[in-house]
């Protein structure tokens, strides 16, 4: 019976987005849920105002009945499914309890389990001494939980975790790599859905920087295991400026307060390697704890609106304009491309399409994505630099036209444009990319 609901090819629990037929935008922490310590209510416009921002599901991990009740009537006034999330320091039947008492709320989106588990919690082999303040197993305790009370009561709703992304073998059980890992949990949990976060832009030693490396190979870790489960993947961006203090309460490195340069960066570099869903650490300012103070966020901790909120409202409908581009979509390719030589990202881009070359400057590069949706096939191209401008040049083949219906997507297109006359078609586009800016362009042979 366990296995009832499983899809027959990958083993694997459905996928049942909280918005169907929507890119899911999601934010965590609606309001400031806790100040001195003591969970709070939500105000009564929390759920109206983010779904002005441009969000369209939240996530709930208050552990008290009286304030969850509240919050779920709020975000149902404002039609705001919410996502109900263990709360990283209560136990395992506290969780059971509330899902017992909102199973049947029509606004509930999903479970989730808690965030970041580490892997000595999964109930899985090779585990380190590390305790911190889990259970061993406990994660797999209350997921089992949570099957069974969808199973018995016939529940349209997914279970999913969300996992850190690490490089240090000790961190996910010394398995050989990251991937490894993940195949693990495909085997012994069958996700409905994958989820993780990983933050690139970091402030160190009076420099900010982006941790490329880590950044991109874990969207290639998590496109490889929804590839390989069939199911997709949803990605974090981060949207609350943090400083982070190591033991000795020295300054380790802190998270500057997101651009829309920032947030585009994060969003559609993960959107052009196939995420389904995008979720922001936080909506509302949370507490400060013993290691991190948090220092803005889209609502401060008075509970206004801040530069951050009018930057994620900008992305946030750039997401959902774009959202024929990318819900449901299959991701083709991934390559990178800098500099403007004829290099092998050229000749793989010169295979497809009515493409001939891609240029870009020479210090920053953008990725490129090949993407199928619905009968048309697109190249999405997403700044790497997402701090700074860069000319890119889209090279097509001679007489495209005659072959191919080409629609330029993005308004960024529209630089070349003239007023008096019609130009020309050119095979030559020179457009300027906005720090984490992208481009799109859809196609279809004629």
Same mark, same amino acid.
């Given at each position: 019976m366990e296995n009832s609901d499983r899809d027959a090819r990958s083993g694997s629990y459905p996928y049942i987005s909280p918005v169907p037929g929507r890119i899911p935008v999601v934010a965590f922490n609606p309001w400031v849920s806790r100040k001195d310590k003591k969970w709070q209510e939500a105000p009564g416009n929390t759920f109206k105002v983010l779904g002005r921002c441009g969000f369209n599901t939240a996530v709930l991990h208050v552990p008290e009945e009286g304030i969850l009740s509240r919050a779920f009537s709020l975000a149902r006034e404002s039609g705001i499914p919410c996502i109900l999330q263990h709360y990283t320091h209560s136990l395992n039947n506290v969780m059971e309890t509330l899902v017992e008492r909102f199973k049947d709320e029509p606004n509930l989106g999903a479970f989730e389990l808690k965030d970041e588990p580490p892997f000595f919690t999964l109930g899985i082999p090779q585990y380190t001494d590390a305790r911190l303040d889990w259970q061993e197993g406990e994660v797999r305790e209350i997921y089992d939980t949570l099957r069974r009370i969808i199973i018995r009561d016939r529940l349209n709703l997914m279970v999913f975790m969300n996992l850190a992304y690490y490089t240090d073998r000790g961190n996910f059980g010394n398995y050989p790599t990251y991937m490894d890992y993940l195949k693990k949990i495909q085997g012994a949990y069958r996700p409905a859905m994958w989820s993780y976060d990983v933050y690139p832009i970091i402030s160190k030693d009076g420099a900010t920087y982006t941790d490329q490396t880590k950044f991109y190979n874990a969207f290639n870790d998590f496109m490889q295991i929804s590839g390989f489960s069939k199911r997709p993947f949803w990605a974090f961006c981060m949207s609350m400026q943090y400083t982070k203090y190591d033991k000795s309460s020295k300054l380790e490195h802190s998270r500057p307060a997101p651009t829309i340069g920032n947030l585009r960066y994060e969003a559609f570099s993960a959107l052009a390697c196939g995420a389904q869903g995008i979720v922001y650490w936080a909506y509302a300012?949370?507490?400060?704890?013993?290691?991190?103070?948090?220092?803005?966020?889209?609502?401060?901790?008075?509970?206004?609106?801040?530069?951050?909120?009018?930057?994620?409202?900008?992305?946030?409908?750039?997401?959902?304009?774009?959202?024929?581009?990318?819900?449901?979509?299959?991701?083709?390719?991934?390559?990178?491309?800098?500099?403007?030589?004829?290099?092998?990202?050229?000749?793989?881009?010169?295979?497809?399409?009515?493409?001939?070359?891609?240029?870009?400057?020479?210090?920053?590069?953008? #990725?490129?994505?090949?993407? =199928?949706?619905?009968?048309?096939? *697109?190249? &999405?191209?997403?700044?790497?630099?997402? /701090?700074? +401008?860069?000319?890119? #040049?889209?090279?097509?083949? =001679?007489?495209?036209?005659?072959? *191919?219906? &080409?629609?330029?997507?993005?308004?960024? /297109?529209? +630089?070349?444009?003239? #007023?008096?006359?019609?130009?020309?078609?050119?095979?030559?586009?020179?457009?300027?990319?906005?720090?984490?800016?992208?481009?799109?362009?859809?196609?279809?042979?004629?």
């Open positions: 300012q949370t507490e400060d704890n013993s290691s991190e103070k948090q220092l803005t966020a889209p609502i401060d901790r008075q509970g206004s609106r801040t530069d951050v909120w009018f930057n994620a409202r900008q992305v946030n409908s750039e997401i959902a304009r774009y959202t024929d581009v990318f819900l449901g979509c299959t991701v083709v390719n991934v390559f990178t491309k800098t500099g403007r030589s004829n290099d092998s990202a050229s000749r793989t881009l010169h295979m497809f399409g009515p493409f001939n070359n891609i240029g870009t400057d020479a210090d920053k590069g953008v #990725i490129c994505s090949r993407i =199928k949706n619905s009968g048309f096939e *697109y190249l &999405v191209i997403v700044s790497k630099d997402p /701090f700074h +401008s860069q000319e890119l #040049i889209v090279v097509y083949e =001679k007489d495209y036209p005659d072959s *191919y219906d &080409v629609l330029e997507m993005t308004p960024n /297109f529209l +630089s070349e444009a003239t #007023i008096d006359k019609p130009a020309a078609p050119s095979t030559t586009r020179r457009i300027a990319l906005e720090p984490g800016g992208y481009a799109i362009i859809r196609w279809k042979a004629k």
